[in-house]
């Protein structure tokens, strides 16, 4: 039997604009973060190992995506690095501190993706 939700989740992902995918990854970040904190309180380090890489990997498109002719590419993919590196240190300490970090680099990116997104859509309607 197919799971509802699974399913709503795979058509939202197939109907989705390049800039809702964008979002979505970034929720998944957060998510894989979260996922990742509770297994590490409770000392499961495999699946807390599992979260971080799959976290790690949503990173790791991003940063594949970018189009690295604009200097906001250049920094985002500095940024991206930057949070690789501190998602290793984690996986490699069990620190949930140095993943509330980058939980919160990905808050951040994912609220201004958001407005942007929003901003867009807004033009976009009233030119109608």
């Known amino acids: 039997m197919v799971n509802p939700y699974q399913q709503y989740k795979e058509n939202a992902i197939l109907t989705a604009s390049p800039e809702e995918l964008v979002l979505m ?3 998944g970040i957060v998510r894989f973060i979260e996922e990742a904190k509770g297994a590490i309180e409770k000392k499961d380090y495999m699946a807390a190992n ?8 949503i990173i790791t498109e991003l940063m594949l ?6 200097d906001i590419s250049k ?5 991206y690095d930057y949070m690789l ?4 240190d984690a996986n490699v300490k069990k620190d949930v501190t140095i993943l509330e970090e980058v939980k919160g680099f ?3 990116l994912r609220d201004t993706w958001s407005l ?3 901003k867009v859509r807004e033009k976009v309607y009233a030119k109608g």
Request: net charge neutral; no cysteine.
């Open 25 to 27: 990854l970034y929720n």
């Open 116 to 118: 942007a997104l929003n």
């Open 50 to 57: 599992n979260s971080i890489q799959r976290a790690q990997d």
């Open 106 to 108: 990905a808050i951040e």
């Open 65 to 70: 995506t970018l189009d690295m002719n604009y």
């Open 85 to 88: 590196r501190r998602l290793i």
């Open 75 to 79: 920094n985002l993919y500095s940024l």
